[in-house]
């Protein structure tokens, strides 16, 4: 059963970057696209972006110009960072895996991330 | 950018009874659709693929329809546990990712 963990701060300053890293265990992180989604309090899902395991890259046009994934597949992890935060980037942060066949199939449990001084 | 919209906003339905919800794509999106569930404090759950296709491990009172613009969601005979908000999700526009801002699904 393929599991995904959201790790990184919870709290980050505004005009800083946030981090997060996605830990996937129980299955390989080759051969997928792996993406990040955040929701914010009481709101719905917006799609980050995603990652392949090549390295290869979408960003939502919306946060692109704030937005660097990598992946690690030696350590079966992608990660997330979003530069210049504000308060309207504090969101819980989904990681997640896109199936092949469509649809998102595996969720990290999420992690709130809240920007503040 | 697809825009994708759920309706209605909430529907209350009694449990035993059956729920249509709706979403429509602002253009094509073929069967690129998927539909989630969510319950507070949980990530979202994939329910159904390629407009109609059940995730695995999903009961078969969940049912996916429609193609192009239009599409349906419909749980036959609710049970407590589906009350739920409900997403769909279009991606029929590689590589952009888009949801419906959400169904909410109470008890009436």
């Known amino acids: 059963q393929v599991q995904l963990q959201e790790s990184g701060p919870g709290l980050v300053k505004p005009s800083e970057t946030l981090s997060l890293t996605c830990t996937v265990s129980?299955?390989?992180?080759?051969?997928?696209?792996w993406s990040w989604i955040r929701q914010p309090a009481g709101k719905g899902l917006e799609w980050i972006g995603r990652?392949?395991?090549?390295?290869?890259?979408n960003y939502n046009p919306s946060l692109k110009s704030r937005v660097t994934m990598s992946v690690d597949t030696s350590k079966n992890q992608f990660s997330l960072k979003l530069s210049s935060v504000t308060a309207a980037d504090t969101a819980v942060y989904y990681c997640?895996?896109?199936?092949?066949?469509?649809?998102?199939?595996?969720w990290g449990q999420g992690t709130l991330v809240t920007v503040s001084s | 950018e697809i825009v994708m919209t759920q309706s209605p906003a909430t529907l209350s339905v009694s449990p035993g009874e059956r729920a249509t919800l709706s979403c429509r794509a602002s253009q094509s999106v073929s069967s690129n659709l998927a539909w989630y569930q969510q319950k507070p404090g949980q990530a979202p759950r994939l329910l159904i693929y390629?407009?109609?296709t059940r995730a695995t491990g999903i009961p078969a009172r969940f049912s996916g329809s429609g193609s192009g613009t239009e599409f349906t969601l419909t749980i036959s005979s609710l049970q407590s546990e589906d009350f739920a908000v409900y997403y769909c999700?279009?991606?029929?526009?590689?590589?952009?990712?888009?949801f419906g801002q959400g169904t909410r699904l109470e008890i009436k």
């Open positions: 129980g299955g390989s992180i080759s051969s997928y696209y």
């Open positions: 390629g407009a109609s």
């Open positions: 997640a895996r896109e199936n092949s066949s469509g649809g998102t199939d595996y």
């Open positions: 990652i392949y395991t090549s390295g290869s890259t």
């Open positions: 999700q279009q991606y029929n526009n590689w590589p952009l990712i888009t």
